[in-house]
């Protein structure tokens, strides 16, 4: 079944230790990003992968790491997690970072930093 | 200025009514337009993707209109499991960001 997969589904951390989000997809896109979406805020974009070995940041990258070592996998990295950091996180995945390809999205890690 | 606005609602319509959601985008540049599904604390699922000309998929219809930069979602005949909050999706630049709007809420009563 093609699909982006996320790990965990939900995390309870305290602030200052540091933890990584996984994400894989297994559709052979080239295209990776991740979201954090809050209330009344929408979905907002942290970094985006056009390809391996090419990461750029989004509108909210601070705080934020990720890498993009094989084409599959796109982990997300807290290195010290605070608690504006608590929210609901996404990682989505596109073909080609072409016109009119669609993301396709994971089913979302709900991180709470105390 | 935001880069995709989008009136939160809440829409509450009767069953088997149309409803119609406009998103505006305020990078004219902008190249592909998305409707998204969004479930109450699920992943966003495309809907329909929006082309020039405009576009159909059973119930529902997306439109574009550059000229006035926005997009529309028309939905007919609503069904209760139409209730969802309906996400509109812009990318203006090729291997960029995506902007999202914050999203519409609708609720199909019986």
């Known amino acids: 079944e093609a699909q982006v997969t996320q790990n965990p589904r939900y995390l309870i951390t305290v602030t200052g230790k540091k933890l990584t989000v996984t994400c894989s997809q297994n559709?052979?896109?080239?295209?990776m990003s991740w979201y954090r979406q809050d209330p009344g805020l929408g979905l907002r974009q942290i970094y985006y992968s056009m390809n391996v070995e090419v990461t750029d940041k989004g509108d909210v990258p601070e705080g934020y790491k990720v890498s993009r070592k094989e084409k599959r996998n796109f982990p997300l990295i807290l290195e010290s997690p605070s608690p504006n950091q608590t929210s609901l996180y996404f990682c989505a995945s596109s073909l080609s970072w072409d016109y009119n390809s669609p993301l396709h999205f994971g089913n979302g890690t709900r991180l709470t930093v105390t | 200025r935001k880069e995709v606005e989008q009136d939160p609602g809440p829409f509450n319509v009767p069953e088997g009514a149309t409803v119609a959601f406009n998103c505006t985008y305020s990078?004219?540049?902008?190249?592909?337009f998305f409707w998204y599904r969004q479930d109450c604390r699920k992943e966003p699922k495309l809907l329909m993707s929006?082309?020039?000309s405009g576009n159909e998929d059973g119930r529902f219809t997306a439109q574009l209109n550059r000229a006035s930069q926005y997009i529309s979602l028309l939905i007919r005949d609503s069904k209760l499991s139409d209730s969802a909050t309906y996400l509109c999706v812009v990318n203006h630049e090729a291997g960029n960001q995506f902007y999202f709007g914050t999203g519409t809420s609708l609720t199909v009563i019986p």
């Open positions: 559709m052979n896109h080239e295209y």
């Open positions: 929006v082309y020039s």
């Open positions: 990078n004219s540049a902008s190249q592909s």
